[in-house]
C-alpha cells in the first residue's frame, strides 16, 4: 500500500553541525502517522578529504567523527517510533560506521536493529590510480601526477532505497549526493520508476531543501535588522511532508526557534545551484525554473512545480591527492599605534621569509582590516582608513610539501615576541597534513553500488 504522505527530518547539516538538533526533530516526527524518516548529511568533499586521511592512519576509522555524539542520543527514540535514520556518515568507511551504530545500539538496548551498509562508490576498487589521473578535471585542482589516495563516485538513491526496501532501519552512506539521503526513502515509499523524471525532480528537491539543516529554517540566513529571526540559539532543524505526487511542504520541529518562511525556502532552494534548470544529481536533472512557493501556515511553506529531464550518463567523483602540509601562525597587537606595529611585524617576516627562500605561496592578513575580502597579492599596508589604536591580530599561513619549512615559516611569527614590534602576545600556531580534492565524472555504468547488511542475511 503507498503511503499518503512521508515525513523526513533533518538531524545534521554538515560535519560538526549542532549535535542536539535532531533530539526536537524526532520529538515532532514520533507523533506523526505514516512512514517516518531521519537524516543526517555530514559529508562535504572536503568532509570525505579529512575522512580519507584518518582512514590511512587506522583503517578502522574515517567514518564521521561526530557519528556518536549524533546517534546515541536518539538511536532508542527512532527504533521505538518506527523512525528510519539514512546517512552519510559513512565517509571513507561505511563498514566502520556501520559497527559503531551497532555498539550504540547494543549498549542502549535496540538489539534488533537491522543496520544497512551501501558501499560501491569507492572508484580504486574498479580502476587504477593512472586511470583516475587520465579523466579531466572538472573542479578543483588539476590531478596532474600526484598520487591518488582516494576516489569517491557519488551514487544515488536507489541502493538507499533497496536497502530500506530489505527492512533496514538505519541505512549508512558513504559517498552519495546529498539529495539522494531523501529521494532514497521517498521512492521505496512511493515506488517511483526509474524514469518517472518529474516525481524524482520533486524527491530531489525535498531532499535539496532539507540537506543543509537549519539553513532553511532560518540559520545562516538572519541579518540582524535585514532578515530577523526569533530564538536563533534554538533554531529548529527542518521536516518534509512529501505526498506522493511530489508535492511538499518544509516546516520545522516544534517547540524552536527559527522560522520556515517563503524566503527562507527561496534562498536554500538556490544554494548552490548555478543553473536553476539544469541541477545535476545522480538520479535526475533537476529544473526548479518552474517552481512554486506559497506559505500555507504558520513555519509552514508548501513547495510545487519541479521539472525532470534524464539523468547524466556519468557521475562526479571526487578524487583525493595528497597535499602536502599547510602552516598557520598568528600574534596580536593592541594599545596605541597597534595597527602600525602589526603592520611592522608583517613587514619584518617578509624580509624573515625572502632569506628562507621558500617559493611557497605565503598568505599574510591583518585580522580587523582586510582578512576576509583581500586578495592574496592585495597590499594589507595601503590607504585604507582604519584606527591606528586598536585590537590587531596578524596572521600567516602558506602550504607546501615540505614539512620542515612550513614549521620555519611558522617559528619566524613565534620568533616576534621577542624580536619583533613591541607588546606582541598571544601566539598560536597550527600545523597540519593536506589532502586536496578534485572532481571528475565517470561513465556510470562502471558504478556498481551493493547493499549488506551488517547483522545478518535479509
Known sequence: MVSSVVHIGCGAGFSGDRVDAAIPVVATLAKKEGPKYLIFETLAERTLALAQKHRRKDPSHGYSPFLESYIRPILKKCHECGIKIVSNFGAANPKGGAIKIAEIAKETGCNDIKIAIVEGDD???????????????????????????????YLGARPIAEALQKGADVVVVGRCTDPALVLGPLIKEFSWAENDWS?????????????????????????????????????GFPLAEVKSDGTLIITKAENTGGLVSAQTVKEQLLYEIHDPENYYTADVILDISKVEVTEVGLDRVEVSGANGKPRPDTLKATVSIDGGWMGEAEMSYAGPNALKRARLAIDVLKSRYRDIGTNYPIRFDILGTMSVHSGDNEDITSSHSYPEDGDYRIRVATCGHEKEVIERINQEVLSLYCSGPAAGGGFRQHLTDQVQTASILVDREKIRPKVNFLTGNV
Open 123 to 153: 572508484l580504486l576498487q574498479i580502476m587504477s590510480g593512472a586511470d583516475i589521473q587520465n579523466h579531466p578535471t572538472i573542479e578543483g585542482l588539476d590531478i596532474g601526477d600526484n598520487e591518488v589516495l582516494a576516489a569517491n563516485a
Open 199 to 235: 516525481k524524482l525532480a520533486a524527491g530531489t528537491m525535498a531532499g535539496h531543501l532539507l540537506e543543509c539543516g537549519g539553513q532553511v529554517t532560518g540559520a545562516y540566513f538572519a541579518d540582524p535588522g535585514y532578515k530577523d529571526v526569533p530564538n536563533l540559539a534554538n533554531v
